[in-house]
């Protein structure tokens, strides 16, 4: 498409918005963008969420795209695995790959966030803070935004707006409200919060700094992940509702009781738990599905505007940065808006929903499952398979977070190896009762060989 003649607004400079912009400017769009909150650079970051996110393969290689994984990885912190805390005390790390090839990466969502927006600017694109977007008029191409400040109104004309404003996005019901988009969100029935380990008295980490922490409790979980100030961001998973859930563990001295029964070698690093639990809302969790992703030439969603999820794998920042390099691409190659956005849609809506059905399944797996015998005889019995079976037998975890290939084809793959796993292991206590060389005819009859992009 002739980019010079078209003009790009985006709603959100949020981690896909502000990478989009990065990627459209440097391809001669004129790219404007309009963002709800003040600048972070000046005023802070307001986040409220999330402080800190696993960023794995496919995030990077977008970063990549953009000349922006340099300075991300900068001030990334490793994580070589689950470092799992058993119930009855005792803590495992199980790795995530083969060796430190295969790892994640904390980041902190507000340094991410200023770096993409120094580049989006340098890049030349314009970002307007303290524009909330309030309404849309399509067919005459007029935009209202509110400064939130002082309430007022600020219109503008556009040709196409491009929806990266996140899990409540106003373009979304903007869209909607023009023509429906199919909108379904499910929540989860659970949410989070957020506390801190801060450094040691030597200013050091009090805990194995390179693993994601987790404390397994059955129908219930606690993680933490790195920051590189030492520190580690700590979120609890309850349910909202039941006998351990967030209606029932309402006050900072309440918190204070069920980490000292559940997460005991937790509860002496974090001092701050009860002013913590009592200032941090619960943050709400579920999924949002749409029929459609986008209105003719005029609008389109990605990220979380279009597909939020869970984060239980750890992929929806990733996924939106897989969405930002897959919508230039289609704009690069197409020669109208309609079709760069019908052809954007049907690249990206199934595989979003495949990560949105593995990080719903994935949670059952790391309050549940790490901390059982079965499950970790079948992560042994899968490392067998995948040496043996290398092009062949490749794990669920290595195909979403180590590798680009859609998650479609991770999600149907990774049905037939769990398949697989299970039944050569039912009943069984260790691999030598395991019969390999039957398992091997399955491999081949079963999963063909994987085709890396
Ligand atoms: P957002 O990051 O939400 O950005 C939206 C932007 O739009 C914001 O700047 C917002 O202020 C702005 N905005 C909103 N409304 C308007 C409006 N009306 N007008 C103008 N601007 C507006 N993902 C991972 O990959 N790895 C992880 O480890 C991970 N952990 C997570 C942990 C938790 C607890 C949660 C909740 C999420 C996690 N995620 C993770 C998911 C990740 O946070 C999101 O997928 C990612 O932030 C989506 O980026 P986005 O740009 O689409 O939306």
Redesign the pocket.
């Given at each position: 498409m002739n980019a010079s003649s078209r003009a790009i607004t985006i709603?959100?400079?949020?981690?896909?918005?502000s990478l989009l912009a990065i990627l459209l400017s440097r391809k001669g769009w004129d790219v404007t963008v309009?963002?709800?909150?003040g600048d972070p650079r000046v005023n802070g970051y307001e986040s409220g969420?999330?402080i800190n996110?696993?960023?794995a393969e496919r995030?990077r290689h977008a970063l990549r795209q953009a000349d922006a994984e340099d300075a991300v990885m900068a001030r990334a912190v490793m994580m070589r695995g689950r470092m799992v805390h058993f119930a009855g005390g005792g803590e495992q790390l199980q790795r995530y790959g083969r060796d430190d090839s295969e790892v994640i990466w904390s980041i902190h969502r507000a340094d991410l966030n200023i770096t993409l927006l120094d580049l989006a600017e340098s890049a030349g694109a314009k970002i307007h803070f303290y524009?909330?977007?309030h309404t849309v008029d399509f067919p005459a191409g007029y935009a209202r935004?509110i400064d939130d400040r002082d309430d007022s109104p600020h219109d503008i004309r556009f040709d196409t707006l491009i929806g990266?404003?996140?899990?409540?996005?106003?373009l979304r019901a903007a869209m909607n409200r023009a023509s429906p988009l199919g909108e379904r969100g499910e929540f989860l029935g659970h949410s989070?919060k957020e506390l801190e380990i801060p450094p040691g008295a030597d200013g050091r980490f009090q805990i194995e700094a390179n693993a994601l922490h987790i404390w397994p409790r059955g129908d219930y979980m606690c993680i933490a992940l790195p920051n590189d100030a030492g520190t580690f961001t700590v979120?609890l998973f309850l349910p909202n509702e039941g006998p351990t859930s967030f209606a029932n563990v309402r006050s900072g001295a309440e918190a204070r009781a069920l980490f000292e029964r559940d997460f005991a070698d937790a509860l002496p690093l974090i001092p701050h738990l009860e002013r913590d639990w009592e200032h941090h809302p619960p943050?709400l969790?579920g999924t949002l599905y749409l029929d459609r992703w986008h209105l003719g030439d005029r609008a389109v969603l990605?990220?979380?505007?279009a597909h939020?999820m869970v984060?239980f794998h750890?992929?929806?920042?990733?996924?939106?940065f897989e969405d930002c390099v897959a919508l230039a691409a289609q704009l690069e190659a197409r020669d109208n808006l309609a079709s760069a956005f019908a052809a954007f849609e049907a690249e990206r809506k199934p595989n979003a929903a495949a990560i949105q059905a593995m990080a719903l399944e994935n949670y059952t797996e790391m309050r549940d499952r790490v901390d059982d015998a079965d499950f970790l005889l079948q992560r042994q019995l899968e490392q067998v398979l995948q040496q043996r079976h290398p092009d062949r037998f490749v794990p669920h975890y290595t195909m979403v977070t180590f590798m680009r290939i859609p998650y479609a084809v991770a999600l149907e793959r990774s049905q037939i190896q769990r398949e697989l796993l299970q039944q050569a292991t039912r009943g069984h206590a260790d691999l030598a009762q395991i019969d390999l060389d039957a398992l091997a005819r399955t491999v081949h009859e079963r999963l063909p060989p994987l085709q890396v992009p």
């Open positions: 709603i959100g400079a949020g981690l896909a918005g309009y963002e709800r909150r969420r999330s996110l696993a960023l995030g524009r909330r977007l935004f990266a404003d996140g899990a409540g996005s106003a989070y979120t943050g969790l990605l990220g979380d505007a939020a984060p750890g992929q929806g920042m990733n996924c939106a």
